[in-house]
Nanobody, 117 residues
C-alpha cells in the first residue's frame, strides 16, 4: 500500500521559512515523479512545484525564486523548502507521487501552512 506522509507545516510570520517533508512508502520512490500542490480556502487547488524521477524541477510563477523542491531517493523523501513566505501562501499543502510505471497518482493527507503576523 502506497503511503505519503507530509510533515513540517505550521504557523510562520511573513518573510519566514518552513520546510515541508513528504515521506513515501509502498512504492519504488525513484520511479515516481513528485509534486506539491496547495489549496487555500475558497480557491482551487494549484500545482506549486514538481520534480521528476531524474531531478528536473518546475515551479509555479507565484513561488519561483522563493520555493525549492528536492528529493532524497535514499530516504524515500521529498522536500519543499519555502522561503520569504507571504500571507497568500497560506493553504493546505499536499504531496503527490505519480508512479511512472502505470501513471497512478497517490496523495498525502495534507499539511497546513499559515503565514500570519
Amino acid at each position: 500500500q502506497v503511503q505519503l506522509v507530509e510533515s513540517g507545516g505550521g504557523l510562520v510570520q511573513p518573510g519566514g521559512s518552513l520546510r515541508l517533508s513528504c515521506a513515501v512508502s509502498g512504492t519504488i520512490f525513484s520511479d515516481n515523479a513528485i509534486d506539491w500542490r496547495r489549496q487555500a480556502p475558497g480557491k482551487q487547488r494549484e500545482l506549486v512545484a514538481s520534480i521528476t524521477s531524474g531531478g528536473i524541477t518546475k515551479y509555479a510563477a507565484s513561488v519561483k525564486g522563493r520555493f525549492t523542491i528536492s528529493r532524497d531517493n535514499a530516504k524515500n523523501t521529498a522536500y519543499l523548502q519555502m522561503n520569504s513566505l507571504k500571507p497568500e501562501d497560506t493553504a493546505v499543502y499536499y504531496c503527490t507521487a505519480l508512479r511512472t510505471s502505470d501513471y497512478r497518482r497517490y496523495w498525502g493527507q495534507g499539511a497546513q501552512v499559515t503565514v500570519s503576523s
